[in-house]
């Protein structure tokens, strides 16, 4: 698929996936999407850990019993990044903006091979959720689970986000120029 299709194409799928594993050669093409992407002075902070085996899925879908996507999906991808960030640039740590960057790319690429997902990040900062899903996958106490993947193919029809128009957002040449 052709990059501006996925990036066109890409939603935030909250429906029901398929009962259909995602096979691992799909799953490390697209964490190779989040490795390769760009990250504060090339520090390349963000860890993942895929999860596609079905009892430690169930005992994540037991944590976020709410979330739809999460309670069908047959593959995880989470991020991880330090619990703490040391500056590495002036006072500045950029983990959290390495890991969005990989997550866009990741999302790009499971568009482009047709699977759906969504971004969920709100939801672990609630109830201690990235913590007792961090205690299932062994994460460090100096690391902690900052987004996480679903993966999986749709089993029904969800709807698209509108986004506003170019020229309600973007300029040239100064902030709402004509
Ligand atoms: C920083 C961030 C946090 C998000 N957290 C969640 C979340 O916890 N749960 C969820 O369903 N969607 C989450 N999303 C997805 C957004 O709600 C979604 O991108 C937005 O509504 C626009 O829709 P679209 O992705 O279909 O374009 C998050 C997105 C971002 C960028």
Same mark, same amino acid.
């Given at each position: 698929?052709?990059?501006?299709?996925?990036?066109?194409?890409?939603f935030?799928?909250?429906?029901?996936?398929?009962k +259909?594993?995602?096979?691992?050669? !799909?799953l490390e093409?697209?964490? &190779?999407?989040?490795?390769?992407?760009?990250?504060?002075?090339?520090?390349?902070t963000?860890?993942f850990?895929?999860?596609? !085996?079905p009892?430690? *899925?169930d005992?994540?879908r037991?944590?976020?019993?709410?979330?739809?996507?999460?309670?069908?999906c047959l593959?995880?991808?989470?991020?991880?990044?330090? +619990?703490?960030?040391?500056?590495i640039?002036? !006072?500045?740590?950029? &983990?959290?903006?390495d890991?969005?960057?990989a997550v866009?790319?990741?999302? *790009?690429?499971?568009?482009?091979?047709?699977?759906?997902?969504?971004?969920?990040?709100?939801? *672990?900062?609630?109830?201690s959720?990235?913590?007792?899903?961090?205690?299932?996958?062994?994460?460090?106490?100096?690391?902690?689970? +900052?987004i996480?993947?679903p993966?999986? *193919?749709?089993?029904?029809?969800?709807?698209?986000?509108?986004?506003?128009?170019?020229?309600?957002?973007?300029?040239?040449?100064?902030?709402?120029?004509?």
């Open positions: 698929m052709d990059l501006f299709d996925a990036i066109r194409q890409r935030s799928y909250r429906g029901a996936f398929l +259909q594993s995602v096979p691992r050669e !799909d093409a697209i964490v &190779q999407a989040g490795l390769d992407a760009p990250s504060g002075k090339n520090m390349q963000t860890s850990i895929i999860v596609d !085996d009892e430690l *899925l005992s994540i037991a944590i976020a019993s709410h979330n739809k996507p999460l309670q069908s593959a995880l991808i989470c991020c991880v990044i330090d +619990q703490y960030p040391e500056p640039y002036h !006072d500045f740590s950029f &983990q959290i903006e890991c969005s960057a866009e790319n990741m999302l *790009l690429a499971i568009t482009a091979l047709e699977y759906r997902s969504v971004w969920l990040d709100g939801m *672990l900062r609630l109830e959720c990235a913590e007792k899903i961090g205690a299932i996958l062994g994460i460090p106490p100096n690391k902690k689970l +900052q996480m993947m993966v999986g *193919l749709p089993a029904e029809e969800y709807p698209r986000r509108e986004k506003r128009l170019f020229h309600e957002r973007a300029w040239f040449n100064g902030w709402k120029h004509d």
